[in-house]
């Protein structure tokens, strides 16, 4: 029997205080600036009013579409580097991808447990197992985190990953407290928007997405959510982990900016319904449109098919996707929603660009 979907921020953050979990709220400290007060942070377009009532509307009158209790996946043992202008991605389930290239190994917001939870009983529960076992990584060189919500920041997930490969771990403002929680000795670089660090021949830079962030019952939006830019001597990488679409503005800036881009990586599914997490989450459409923004040759839809958060069915959003695509003109090799345990070799040369 399959549960109620739960929206990763609002639910969680109840399960937290049930737990008695407050001390895992975690916050920026620093200047203000155009999108930080000094305490919190906020996106460029303001969020649309809403309501715990309005939650609860939700969750007792809509809810959704039943996914399955549990779904294989095809299993990827990753090769140790990929050299050359190669550019592998193995999609390994819901925000996590392992990207191979340049000789780096680069994971998106890393998530090997089985509940994207504060709590080991409740909330989200996996409908698929990791495409990858943990054991069967090659060493792990650059970890990316999005932001602080459970189903992209877990913290156990980050601890082994440190434990075994020390890799350089960069995420938004005000998240290092949430990710020390199971290694204190865990090191990482925050990046505001707009900045950039990197790793050997990779620069990664923040940019805007529109999201928001809590770990806790009293932390909402006091660490920062981002969107990153990998540029690597194959090609521009974007990654956005949760992001919604508005008016397109922070997808159309980073495309001037930093476009093309050889692959985008961009978020699917989480969308229904509309009126109480459109704000927060794109449709296929929208990542569709984001694409065609960024000026990215190549897409990879993620953030599906792994864990049931809100009311879509579990293949929808790629079916979606797909349509979306082809309504759109676009070759379906180069824009794929591809399913946990697919991996695609990316190929080098653009194709027909769709302009902005």
């Known amino acids: 029997m399959t549960t109620r979907p739960v929206f990763i921020g609002a639910a969680l953050v109840a399960a937290a205080a049930?737990?008695?979990?407050?001390?895992?709220?975690?916050?920026?400290?620093?200047?203000?600036?155009?999108?930080?007060?000094?305490?919190?942070?906020?996106?460029?377009?303001?969020?649309?009013?809403?309501?715990?009532?309005?939650?609860?509307?939700?969750?007792?009158?809509?809810?959704?579409?039943?996914?399955?209790?549990?779904?294989s996946s095809e299993r990827?043992?990753?090769?140790?580097?990929?050299?050359?202008?190669?550019?592998?991605?193995?999609?390994?389930?819901?925000?996590?991808?392992?990207?191979?290239?340049?000789?780096?190994?680069?994971?998106?917001?890393?998530?090997?447990a089985d509940?994207?939870?504060?709590?080991?009983?409740?909330?989200?529960?996996?409908?698929?197992?990791?495409?990858?076992?943990?054991?069967?990584?090659?060493?792990?060189d650059l970890v990316l985190v999005s932001h602080n919500h459970y189903d992209h920041l877990d913290a156990a997930t980050l601890a082994r990953l440190w434990q075994r490969d020390h890799p350089l771990i960069v995420a938004p403002l005000g998240n290092l407290g949430a990710m020390r929680s199971e290694a204190k000795d865990l090191q990482a670089v925050e990046l505001d928007w707009g900045e950039s660090v990197e790793k050997g021949p990779i620069r990664v830079t923040a940019e805007p997405m529109q999201?928001?962030?809590?770990?806790?019952?009293?932390?909402?939006?006091?660490?920062?959510?981002?969107?990153?830019?990998?540029?690597?001597?194959?090609?521009?990488?974007?990654?956005?982990?949760?992001t919604g679409y508005g008016n397109g503005e922070h997808f159309k800036a980073a495309g001037r900016k930093h476009g093309p881009m050889r692959l985008a990586i961009l978020p699917i599914g989480g969308y229904e319904p509309r009126w109480f997490v459109g704000y927060a989450h794109m449709?296929?459409?929208?990542?569709?449109?984001?694409?065609?923004?960024?000026?990215?040759?190549?897409?990879?839809?993620?953030?599906?098919?792994?864990?049931?958060?809100?009311?879509?069915?579990?293949?929808?959003?790629g079916e979606r996707?797909?349509?979306?695509?082809?309504?759109a003109g676009i070759a379906a090799d180069r824009f794929r929603a591809i399913t946990p345990g697919t991996v695609w070799q990316v190929p080098t040369e653009p194709g027909q660009r769709i302009v902005p």
């Open 18 to 71: 049930l737990a008695g979990l407050a001390g895992c709220a975690t916050r920026h400290v620093g200047p203000p600036n155009e999108h930080f007060d000094g305490r919190k942070f906020r996106n460029a377009e303001p969020p649309p009013d809403g309501t715990f009532w309005d939650f609860l509307r939700w969750q007792l009158f809509e809810p959704g579409i039943a996914w399955p209790d549990q779904v």
């Open 76 to 112: 990827d043992s990753p090769p140790q580097r990929v050299e050359g202008d190669a550019l592998r991605v193995s999609y390994v389930g819901h925000a996590t991808v392992l990207v191979q290239v340049a000789g780096i190994n680069i994971l998106t917001d890393p998530v090997w």
């Open 115 to 140: 509940r994207a939870s504060p709590v080991s009983f409740a909330g989200p529960k996996r409908v698929r197992a990791p495409s990858v076992a943990f054991e069967d990584l090659p060493p792990i």
């Open 211 to 242: 999201h928001w962030s809590a770990r806790g019952p009293i932390d909402q939006n006091l660490s920062l959510w981002a969107a990153f830019v990998l540029k690597t001597p194959s090609g521009t990488i974007y990654f956005a982990g949760d």
């Open 283 to 317: 449709n296929p459409e929208e990542a569709v449109q984001a694409a065609i923004d960024l000026r990215a040759d190549h897409v990879l839809g993620h953030h599906w098919a792994t864990f049931r958060l809100t009311n879509e069915a579990i293949n929808e959003p």
């Open 321 to 327: 996707f797909s349509a979306a695509v082809a309504g």
